[in-house]
C-alpha cells in the first residue's frame, strides 16, 4: 500500500491517524516535529505526506516549500493540516506547494476520503512494472515472468526504488543513503553485495541493473 509520511505533533492526532491508516493496509511513518521529518524527506520516498502547518522546529509552510525545491519527493503529494480554516491560510497552504488541505477537527474518514483522492490524481499505483519484473507493493510480492520470487527486506527496498526510478543513475553513496538511511554504518561495498544477490535473484532478468564502472548502477533497457 501507499507510504505515509505523517508530520503532526499532537499526540492523540499522531496515534490515531497512524492507527487508522495502518488498518487501512496503508505504510506509515510518524514523526513529530519539521526538523526530523526533513532529514526523513532527504533519504526516504514516500507516495503521499500529510504536513501539520504548526510544527516545532520547521513549521508546516515553510517544509512544505522546501519539499517542492528539490529531492526525492519534490513531486510527492502534500495534504496540509491546519487548525486555522480562514481562506488566507488555506491560499498559502496551497502556495507552498501543497495539494489538499483539512481543517482541524476533521473527520478520520473524510481524510482518508482525500488521501485516496489526491493519490489517484497523482497517478498511484499499486504495482511497478519493468521488463517481466513486477512488484506489487500492497503484498510487498515480486514475479519475474509471472514466477514469484522471495527477496529480503532489503533486497526489496532497493528493487523498489530501482522500479519508481527507471533509467537514472545513481552512485553507491546515494543507493547508501536513500536504502540504508543518512546515518548508516555501512560501506559502498554493502552496496556491491545486495546489488549482485538482486541480480542473482532476478535470472535473466537481472541483465536490466547495469554497473556503470566508477558511476553507480541503473535499471535500464540500455546495452
Keep these: 500500500m501507499a507510504r505515509v509520511l505523517l508530520v503532526e505533533d499532537d499526540d492523540s492526532i499522531g496515534e490515531l491517524v497512524t492507527y487508522y491508516l495502518k488498518n487501512k493496509g496503508y505504510d506509515v511513518e510518524w514523526v513529530q516535529d519539521g526538523l526530523e521529518a526533513r532529514e ?3 533519504s526516504r520516498k514516500y507516495d503521499i505526506i500529510v504536513l501539520d502547518l504548526m510544527l516545532p522546529g520547521v ?3 515553510d517544509l512544505c516549500r522546501e519539499v517542492r525545491l528539490r529531492g526525492i519527493n519534490k513531486d ?3 495534504i496540509v ?6 481562506e488566507d491560510t488555506k491560499v498559502h497552504g496551497l502556495e507552498a506547494g501543497a495539494d489538499d488541505y ?3 477537527p476533521f473527520s478520520i474518514k473524510e481524510l482518508l476520503a482525500r488521501i485516496e483522492a489526491v493519490l489517484r490524481r497523482a497517478g498511484y499505483s499499486e504495482v511497478l512494472e519493468f521488463e517481466g519484473i513486477v512488484e506489487d507493493k500492497r503484498s510487498k510480492s515480486v514475479t519475474v515472468d509471472g514466477k514469484p520470487i522471495h527477496l ?3 533486497e526489496l527496498q532497493l528493487l523498489e526504488f530501482f522500479l519508481e526510478h527507471p533509467e537514472q543513475l545513481f552512485s553507491r553513496e546515494e543507493l547508501l543513503e536513500k536504502i540504508w538511511g543518512v546515518e548508516h554504518n555501512e ?3 554493502t552496496v556491491d553485495v545486495y546489488i549482485s544477490r538482486l541480480r542473482k535473484k532476478l535470472g535473466d532478468k537481472g541483465k536490466f541493473l547495469k554497473t556503470l564502472p566508477r558511476l553507480g548502477y ?5 546495452e
Design 40 to 42: 526523513l524527506l532527504k
Design 152 to 154: 529480503t527486506k532489503t
Design 187 to 189: 560501506t559502498t561495498r
Design 59 to 61: 513549521n508546516g509552510l
Design 76 to 78: 510527492t503529494p502534500i
Design 81 to 86: 493540516l491546519t487548525a486555522i480554516g480562514d
Design 218 to 222: 541503473k535499471l535500464t533497457r540500455e
Design 102 to 104: 483539512v481543517t482541524k
